[in-house]
């Protein structure tokens, strides 16, 4: 697998309620990644960026939302988002520089 495609794959974490619950109770992370990624792809970026060992990874479409822009109907784009569990001893740092 190329390099610098796994440098492309992780758009950005995903930061919400639910989000932050499941990386405290469960070591689960969420992350939105590109729409042709897989799994695979995905954990091999995750631990090569992370220096982390993935235990498993859920990924889930999300369809974008229809939105009004004036007279105008438009749509949000869809987008992938990937739930990571990281096995034991393992975490993430995403708030490292702030």
Known sequence: MNQERLLHILKAPHVSEKSSYGSEAN???VFEVQNSANKTEIKKAIEALFNVKVNS???CNMKGKTKRFGRT????????K????LA???EIDLHENA
Do not use: E
């Not at 990937?82 to 569990?85: L, W």
């Open 27 to 29: 070591r689960q992370y």
């Open 73 to 80: 109907l438009g749509r949000q784009q869809d987008w992938k």
């Open 82 to 85: 990937a739930y990571v569990t």
């Open 88 to 90: 034991a001893g393992s």
């Open 57 to 59: 990874i859920r990924v």
